[in-house]
């Protein structure tokens, strides 16, 4: 009997150890269990030229985020003056419009995302001038020209002898006085410019 108790005893203490050593491994140590949290770093980073909002705060250097598995994270490009944005580079996996400036990105991994900006490139109109019989465009010239966006560009309108200038015919929406010899046109678009004469039959 003495000894049937003892190995009750032993027994009884195995079970409890058994059950203390055994843990179920859901701990915040313990891998995939409930208790877990599951992070993940996102850097955010830009080129010369301009900023990048994280959810409405302003970075002005790159910067490493700390969210949890899941987490929506809204982004917004804002260019410099004189600058544009271009796209996202990077880890643009979950973007889902990397030429978007304010997009959300859904952060399951760690993550490095650039916003590109960049310098417009400069916009330029083509000037086609021509004249008709009886005289020359002596400024700037007949001949097609280049001119960057917005220029104003001076004409001249220059009759032979014996003729005089009448008018501007074309695309001459941006010409000031189209009934002047002297005048300007202003670039927003490729034009094609006449300078029409007649004879002058006042001149002796």
């Known amino acids: 009997m003495y000894m049937r108790k003892i190995s009750c005893f032993f027994i009884a203490a195995a079970l409890?150890?058994?059950?203390?050593?055994?843990?179920?491994?859901?701990?915040?140590?313990?891998?995939n269990g409930g208790d877990s949290y599951e992070s993940y770093n996102l850097t955010i980073d830009s080129t010369a030229g301009g900023v990048v909002a994280v959810n409405s705060s302003k970075i002005l250097t790159k910067t490493t985020f700390i969210y949890g598995a899941g987490t929506v994270v809204s982004l917004n490009a804002?260019?410099?003056?004189?600058?544009?944005?271009?796209?996202?580079?990077?880890?643009?996996?979950?973007?889902?419009?990397?030429?978007?400036?304010?997009?959300?990105?859904?952060?399951?991994?760690?993550?490095?995302?650039?916003?590109?900006?960049?310098?417009?490139?400069?916009?330029?109109?083509?000037?086609?001038?021509?004249?008709?019989?009886?005289?020359?465009?002596?400024?700037?010239?007949?001949?097609?020209?280049?001119?960057?966006?917005?220029?104003?560009?001076?004409?001249?309108?220059?009759?032979?002898?014996?003729?005089?200038?009448?008018?501007?015919?074309?695309?001459v929406d941006t010409i000031s006085n189209v009934n002047a010899a002297s005048t300007t046109i202003t670039m927003n678009g490729d034009y094609y410019i006449c300078a029409h004469f007649r004879e002058d039959y006042t001149c002796g």
Not at 17 to 28: A, W
Not at 93 to 122: C, L, Q, R, W
Request: aromatic share 12%; charged share 15%.
């Open 16 to 31: 409890i150890s058994g059950m203390v050593g055994c843990g179920d491994g859901n701990g915040v140590n313990g891998g």
């Open 78 to 171: 804002i260019p410099d003056s004189d600058y544009q944005f271009v796209k996202w580079t990077g880890d643009v996996g979950t973007i889902d419009n990397v030429h978007a400036s304010e997009i959300n990105i859904t952060v399951n991994d760690n993550y490095y995302i650039m916003a590109k900006f960049e310098i417009p490139p400069t916009v330029q109109y083509r000037l086609a001038i021509f004249s008709t019989a009886g005289g020359l465009v002596t400024t700037p010239g007949e001949d097609g020209f280049t001119y960057n966006a917005g220029t104003v560009v001076n004409l001249m309108a220059t009759p032979a002898r014996g003729y005089e200038f009448t008018k501007w015919t074309g695309d």
